[in-house]
């Protein structure tokens, strides 16, 4: 099920570097996103700390992740963002993103995944996924350098 919640950027950001802290090894916990923007410095050690457990506790130097874009806008990590995705990671703290604990849900148990890429798919492409989503590194949102 997917749910909506109030986050600062802050949290954003945290869960943006908790996501890209393992690359370029694979992760399921690597967060492809929409309505944002942002870059990977590889040359960065990632500084996450993490519990016994695998979940964030925080970044204890430099972040790999930089050039956040909300949209055209740099984040704000004081400002506070809406943002939509799957209980597990905003309501469970899945994948160790305990950074959303304690968010405000505004939204919750909108649809399944499933039902939401398929009411995209429908309404925003016309039926057909075409040829703007055919190069498997995405569409220019995550940058690597």
Do not use: W
Request: net charge neutral; charged share 20%; aromatic share 6%.
């Amino acid at each position: 099920m997917g749910c909506v919640a109030e986050v600062t950027g802050q949290q954003i950001k945290d869960a943006l570097e908790m996501a890209s802290r393992n690359y370029p090894k694979e992760s399921g916990g690597f967060l492809q996103v929409s309505g944002l923007k942002y870059t990977i410095k590889t040359s960065v050690p990632s500084s996450v700390q993490v519990d016994e457990k695998g979940n964030f506790v925080k970044v204890a130097g430099a972040y790999r992740v930089a050039d956040i874009m909300i949209g055209d806008s740099p984040l704000d990590t004081s400002k506070v963002y809406t943002v939509a995705s799957h209980n597990y990671m905003l309501k469970m703290a899945g994948d160790g993103m305990t950074m959303f604990k304690n968010s405000k849900v505004i939204r919750d148990d909108v649809m399944t995944d499933v039902d939401i890429l398929s009411a995209f798919i429908r309404n925003n492409l016309g039926g057909n996924v075409g040829a703007d989503y055919a190069n498997p590194a995405g569409q220019g949102r995550i940058t690597i350098q």
